[in-house]
């Protein structure tokens, strides 16, 4: 009975040695536990403002021209225009966030994440003629598109407060895509290319966008700006 009874204090030791060295690994003392956590992100709708380019010579400024006189104006089909896009720019920016979010394991909530980003895109497309021809039997337009305009982004912790910002600017990423406006004489429908290169340009613009921020907005920098 003496006998066990001296060897029953040392394997209580040796238990509870067991159990703290359990805790400490899984709170993160061994590199584990809070070291992988990846704090919960919420994306606030960007909020976006898009100018757009109206034609401003041909037949098609004429056409644009009866419009109005049907009773839409040149500024309310403008503003239309502008509206179309603005809500293709906040599609296709959520969605590359969402992927590029997706391959950082980061966790998206709808509301009261951890960590908030707020990003605010000012764009104007501008044209710039190249080339304007008339065959007799239609004019054909040919120029390019031009980006230019501020982008910002704020990463906010729960109480609003803003732990990372940056801010770039469209023009420096040069984005330029062609467009063609071919306009028959007679009254048939004109081919014009540029809302798809306007698109196509939104697509290339929030790439390149994130391909400057995205070293601030990996999961270990998120860790990093949770833990502050």
């Known amino acids: 009975m003496h006998y066990l009874s001296f060897f029953r204090p040392a ?6 040695l067991c159990i703290n060295s359990a805790a400490i690994a899984q709170s993160g003392f061994f590199g584990a536990g809070d070291d992988e956590y990846i704090p919960s992100l919420t994306l606030v709708p960007a909020e976006i403002a898009v100018d757009v380019p109206t034609p401003v010579q041909g037949n098609n400024l004429a056409l644009l021209l009866a419009q109005a006189d049907g009773g ?8 239309q225009a502008a509206q179309k896009f603005s809500t293709r720019l906040q599609r296709e920016y959520h969605s590359q966030l969402e992927e590029f979010f997706a391959d950082e394991e980061v966790p998206l909530v709808q509301q009261n994440g951890m960590l908030s980003l707020r990003t605010s895109i000012s764009l104007s497309v501008s044209k710039q003629l190249n080339d304007l021809k008339d065959s007799g039997k239609y004019e054909l337009e040919r120029g390019t598109l031009e980006l230019s305009g501020d982008f910002h982004y704020r990463l906010q912790n729960a109480a609003g407060s803003t732990l990372s910002e940056q801010r770039i600017d469209i023009g420096s990423l040069r984005i330029t895509e062609k467009y063609r406006v071919k306009t028959p004489h007679d009254g048939g429908e004109v081919e014009d290319t540029t809302n798809a290169a306007i698109e196509e340009a939104l697509v290339e613009m929030v790439k390149r966008l994130l391909d400057r921020a995205e070293d601030q907005l990996e999961a270990d920098q998120l860790q990093a700006l949770a833990a502050r």
């Open 11 to 16: 394997q209580i030791g040796l238990l509870l």
């Open 72 to 79: 839409n104006s040149l500024s309310a089909l403008k503003e």
